[in-house]
């Protein structure tokens, strides 16, 4: 399907500035001309606007959370108008706060369409923090509990009803920092994580067969990129490095065998920070995953 490319500036929901400079990042690496390339319909409709960054300490538990609210808010609005006009919305972050008005709106879309939507999140960490329980007040550790219900109305009510989504549709891989509490959030809401160790053991093949079982026909894939998934030898250009990550061909598999479902209807590239990158090298390494998401692969299977 055609491709709308969404620019999400904000660093609002991160502890390090530098993110709101990755939808350019991702510009400069060539992601459009890749997409085009590959016979795709491309639109770049530029960047959303939002609120600045204050830079001011947590209150009651989050930072910035007006800031944050208000830029998930048009970017809610932005996604649902490129899915209604029959577009793929690929939104190019910023931190990963923005999940929240992403995956609100394909929500809502799925449920309008009666799709069955299901969350691939790729990401070092779970992202399940609550105000009462995070370590930063930093808001891109908690879009998953948000869209689950837990969180501020604001964020959680985003496109109306609460919860957005249900914790059994979110399939996490290659998570390995995951704060004491926010554990317990995870094993008591039962989301399905595929961690560094079950990747170790079961090897990234069977990792993705297990978090892609029963995709058929009628599912939207929702799949949330975030690059500190990647480890932070060929990754450098993130806030929250890990070391521990995912491998150059083990993301080249997965983003093949996501290609391969042939399911993916939105997708988040976020935390991306290239003040941190060595560069543009780890948006050249973006592009080059989201090339293979769109079916590229060599002559062995085209
Ligand atoms: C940590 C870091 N779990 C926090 N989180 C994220 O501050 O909540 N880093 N998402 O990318
Ligand atoms: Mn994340
Ligand atoms: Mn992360
Ligand atoms: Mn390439």
């Excluded at 491709?3 to 709101?20: F, K, M, N, Q």
Aim: with cysteine; hydrophobic share 40%.
């Amino acid at each position: 399907s055609p491709v709308s490319l969404i620019g999400v500036p904000t660093d609002v929901g991160a502890g390090h500035r530098g993110a709101g400079l990755g939808p350019d990042a991702l510009r400069i690496a060539g992601l459009g001309d890749a997409l085009t390339a590959r016979g795709v319909d491309v639109r770049d409709l530029g960047n959303l606007a939002g609120p600045r960054n204050p830079w001011t300490a947590p209150v009651q538990g989050y930072r910035h959370l007006d800031e944050v609210v208000a830029w998930n808010r048009a970017l809610m609005e932005a996604t649902y108008a490129e899915l209604q006009a029959g577009r793929m919305p690929i939104m190019l972050g910023g931190d990963h706060c923005l999940g929240i008005g992403s995956i609100t709106a394909v929500a809502r879309w799925c449920r309008e369409q009666g799709k069955d939507l299901r969350v691939l999140w790729l990401d070092a960490h779970s992202d399940f923090n609550t105000s009462e329980v995070t370590p930063s007040g930093n808001v891109h550790g908690m879009p998953v509990a948000c869209l689950c219900g837990l969180g501020p109305d604001a964020l959680t009510r985003l496109g109306g009803d609460a919860p957005a989504i249900r914790p059994q549709q979110v399939h996490q891989i290659g998570i390995r920092s995951v704060d004491q509490e926010e554990k317990r959030l995870i094993k008591q809401h039962q989301v399905d994580v595929y961690d560094m160790r079950y990747i170790d053991e079961a090897g990234m093949k069977r990792t993705m067969e297990a978090a892609l079982a029963g995709i058929d026909a009628n599912t939207h894939l929702h799949v949330s990129f975030d690059v500190d998934f990647l480890d932070p030898s060929i990754a450098p250009g993130v806030g929250t490095t890990v070391p521990g990550g995912v491998n150059y061909r083990e993301a080249q598999l997965v983003m093949e065998m996501i290609a391969d479902t042939g399911r993916m209807g939105s997708l988040d590239i976020v935390e991306l920070n290239p003040l941190l990158d060595n560069r543009n090298a780890t948006a050249e390494l973006a592009v080059d995953l989201v090339e293979s998401l769109f079916g590229k692969s060599t002559l062995m299977r085209d």
